[in-house]
């Protein structure tokens, strides 16, 4: 046999040693560990953080659509305010979160406080919206609703926990706001 090669008893010798000391090494086992848990565990606190950034959203736009609404319950500006200026309203309360040109709001007369309802303003299929955005300019002593919509962007989707999740992958919030204007004298 020739210096520098090794028969074929031999490397199965040195390849059972070799996996026999890979078996019993404890070098580097956290590294291991950590690539299998670490993703998870980072995904995780992402998602949560995510939620919690959601959640602050949702009632950040439910504050502002309720303290915009001011405007419209108590007549400032004698009734005459426009869907614009009620947008700036609205989007002067929201911390800079939003892109207010993508807010759909809808400011309504209704008959009383019974008859009322809030629709789906999202195509469930495309994503797109189908929210029209009626504005009505509201009188006194008038039923009034006022609908605000958002598509938040995500980032974690975890498969199976879309709830609430638009076609195009985005979170819908929504705020709504019942209330009848101040009577004039």
Same mark, same amino acid.
């Given at each position: ?9 031999? +490397?199965?010798?040195? %390849?059972?040693?070799?996996? +026999? +000391?890979?078996? +019993?090494? @404890? #070098? ?6 950590f690539a299998i848990?670490?993703?998870?565990? !980072?995904?995780?606190?992402?998602? @949560?953080?995510? @939620?919690?950034?959601? !959640?602050?959203?949702?009632?950040? %736009? ?7 609404? #001011? ?44 008859? !009322? ?8 299929n495309s994503g ?27 980032? !974690? ?26 009577? @004039?004298?």
């Amino acid at each position: 046999m020739r210096i520098g090669t090794a028969s074929s008893s031999s +490397r199965k010798t040195s %390849l059972s040693g070799l996996l +026999r +000391r890979f078996a +019993r090494s @404890t #070098r580097g086992v956290t590294v291991i560990e950590f690539a299998i848990v670490g993703p998870i565990f !980072f995904g995780l606190i992402g998602a @949560t953080i995510e @939620t919690a950034i959601t !959640f602050f959203a949702g009632y950040a %736009l439910d504050t502002a659509v309720i303290d915009s609404s #001011r405007l419209i319950r108590t007549g400032q500006g004698s009734y005459t305010h426009t869907a614009n200026d009620y947008r700036a309203a609205l989007c002067g309360q929201l911390y800079g979160m939003f892109d207010c040109d993508e807010i759909r709001i809808g400011v309504s007369k209704i008959d009383n406080f019974s008859d !009322f309802s809030a629709t789906y303003p999202i195509d469930p299929n495309s994503g797109a919206w189908s929210y029209s955005q009626p504005y009505e300019v509201i009188g006194d002593d008038a039923y009034v609703m006022i609908e605000a919509y958002y598509k938040w962007p995500t980032f !974690f989707n975890i498969p199976g926990l879309n709830a609430g999740q638009t076609a195009d992958g985005k979170r819908l919030l929504a705020a709504a706001h019942v209330f009848r204007t101040e009577p @004039t004298l």
